[in-house]
C-alpha cells in the first residue's frame, strides 16, 4: 500500500508590515511663536490613541493618520488655528465613515475643521483672520489616503527610487503659474509672493475642499509631511538625499531634516513628520 503523498508546505506568511516614525518642528531663526502644529495617531472602531514624536507599530488592526498644520492669523491666531485643527483631527476623523469612501471622509474633515475655524475667528477677537493649512496621510494596509489645503506639503519617496515625488499641490498662484508653465522652478522658489495662498482652512475663505489622492505603500517606502518652512530650506534634491542616507540610522530623520533646513534658511516655523513603512 503507498504511503499518501505529503501535503505540500504552505509558503511561510510575510511579517506584518509595519510603520515608522518620528516629527520635530523648529521656531527657526525669526519667529517667537510656533504656529505650526503636527499629529500622529493610531486608531480603529474601538480606540484612539494620539502617538508620540517617535514610534514603531504594526499596520493591520490599527489605522494610522499622520498630518503637519501652519497656522496665521494676528496676535496667537495663526497657533490657535493649528492647535485646534489638530485636535478637531483627533475627535472627528475616527468616527469618519470610511465605508462611504476615503475621499468623501477627508472632504467632511476639512468642511467642519473650515466651519469651527471661520466660527471662532468672527466670535473672538483674539482668533480674528485665524486660518491653517493642513496635510493629512491616511494609513491602511497597502494604502495612503491623502488630503490636503494650503502650501504645507507632503512627499513619497518610494522604495528603490531616487526621485521624491510632491503628491499635493500648493494652494498659490505662483505655485499654479509654475505648474502652467509660466515660470521657471527658479522663478517660482525666489518670487516675493510665492507664500500668499489662495486656499486655507479658516480666515474669509467660504468655501474648501482639499485636494485628494490615493497611493499605494510598500516596504521601504517614505513619506514626508512638512510645513513651508522646510521646502524653503531644502531643494527636492536634497531632500531625497537626506531621507535615503538618515533612513536607516539611529537619528531622527525629521529632526535631521528641520535641522538642515533651518541652518539653510530659517525664517518660519519648520515642521517635518517622517513615516516609514518597514
Same mark, same amino acid.
Given at each position: @500500500?503507498?504511503?499518501?503523498?505529503?501535503?505540500?508546505?504552505?509558503?511561510?506568511?510575510?511579517?506584518?508590515?509595519? $510603520?515608522?516614525?518620528? #516629527?520635530?518642528?523648529?521656531?527657526?531663526? *525669526?519667529?517667537?511663536?510656533?504656529?505650526?502644529?503636527?499629529?500622529?495617531?493610531?486608531?480603529?472602531?474601538?480606540?484612539?490613541?494620539?502617538?508620540?514624536?517617535?514610534? +514603531?507599530?504594526?499596520?493591520?488592526?490599527?489605522?494610522?493618520?499622520?498630518?503637519?498644520?501652519?497656522? @496665521?492669523?494676528?496676535?496667537?491666531?495663526? +497657533?490657535?488655528?493649528?492647535?485646534?485643527?489638530? &485636535?478637531?483631527?483627533?475627535?472627528?476623523?475616527?468616527?469618519?465613515?470610511?465605508? %462611504? #469612501?476615503?475621499?468623501?471622509?477627508?472632504?467632511?474633515?476639512?468642511?467642519?475643521?473650515?466651519?469651527?475655524? !471661520?466660527? $471662532?475667528?468672527?466670535?473672538?477677537? &483674539?482668533?480674528?483672520? @485665524?486660518?491653517?493649512?493642513?496635510?493629512? /496621510?491616511?494609513?491602511?494596509? /497597502?494604502?495612503?489616503?491623502?488630503?490636503?489645503?494650503?502650501?504645507?506639503?507632503?512627499?513619497?519617496?518610494?522604495?528603490?527610487?531616487?526621485?521624491?515625488?510632491?503628491? %499635493?499641490?500648493?494652494? %498659490?498662484? !505662483?505655485?499654479? @503659474? =509654475?505648474?502652467?508653465?509660466?515660470?521657471?522652478?527658479? +522663478?517660482?522658489? %525666489?518670487?516675493?509672493?510665492?507664500? *500668499?495662498?489662495?486656499?486655507?482652512?479658516?480666515?474669509?475663505?467660504?468655501?474648501?475642499?482639499?485636494?485628494?489622492?490615493?497611493?499605494?505603500?510598500?516596504?521601504?517606502?517614505?513619506?514626508? =509631511?512638512?510645513?513651508?518652512?522646510?521646502? &524653503?530650506?531644502? =531643494?527636492?534634491?536634497?531632500?531625497?538625499?537626506?531621507?535615503?542616507?538618515?533612513?536607516?540610522?539611529?537619528?531622527?530623520?525629521?529632526?535631521?531634516?528641520?535641522?538642515?533646513?533651518?541652518?539653510?534658511?530659517?525664517?518660519?516655523?519648520?515642521?517635518?513628520?517622517? !513615516?516609514? !513603512?518597514?
Amino acid at each position: @500500500m503507498k504511503k499518501p503523498a505529503p501535503a505540500p508546505s504552505l509558503p511561510p506568511e510575510p511579517p506584518p508590515t509595519a $510603520l515608522r516614525w518620528s #516629527g520635530w518642528t523648529d521656531l527657526g531663526k *525669526v519667529r517667537k511663536n510656533n504656529e505650526d502644529s503636527f499629529l500622529g495617531l493610531r486608531f480603529n472602531a474601538q480606540e484612539t490613541h494620539r502617538l508620540g514624536k517617535y514610534g +514603531e507599530a504594526p499596520l493591520g488592526q490599527h489605522q494610522y493618520t499622520f498630518a503637519v498644520c501652519d497656522g @496665521m492669523g494676528g496676535a496667537l491666531a495663526g +497657533e490657535y488655528a493649528s492647535r485646534i485643527a489638530v &485636535e478637531k483631527i483627533t475627535l472627528l476623523l475616527p468616527r469618519a465613515p470610511a465605508a %462611504t #469612501g476615503f475621499d468623501r471622509a477627508l472632504i467632511q474633515l476639512y468642511r467642519e475643521i473650515h466651519r469651527a475655524l !471661520v466660527y $471662532l475667528g468672527s466670535s473672538y477677537e &483674539e482668533c480674528a483672520g @485665524m486660518q491653517t493649512t493642513m496635510s493629512l /496621510g491616511w494609513f491602511t494596509p /497597502g494604502r495612503m489616503h491623502y488630503s490636503h489645503a494650503g502650501d504645507s506639503r507632503i512627499y513619497h519617496l518610494p522604495h528603490g527610487q531616487s526621485q521624491i515625488r510632491q503628491l %499635493t499641490e500648493d494652494d %498659490t498662484h !505662483v505655485a499654479w @503659474m =509654475f505648474r502652467q508653465g509660466k515660470l521657471t522652478a527658479y +522663478e517660482a522658489r %525666489t518670487h516675493p509672493r510665492r507664500n *500668499v495662498l489662495q486656499k486655507a482652512l479658516g480666515g474669509d475663505n467660504q468655501f474648501v475642499d482639499p485636494q485628494t489622492g490615493s497611493v499605494e505603500c510598500a516596504p521601504g517606502d517614505i513619506f514626508l =509631511f512638512c510645513t513651508d518652512g522646510l521646502s &524653503e530650506g531644502l =531643494f527636492d534634491a536634497s531632500l531625497a538625499d537626506l531621507l535615503r542616507t538618515i533612513a536607516g540610522g539611529p537619528e531622527s530623520p525629521s529632526q535631521r531634516l528641520v535641522t538642515e533646513a533651518v541652518k539653510n534658511d530659517g525664517r518660519d516655523n519648520t515642521t517635518a513628520l517622517v !513615516v516609514q !513603512v518597514v
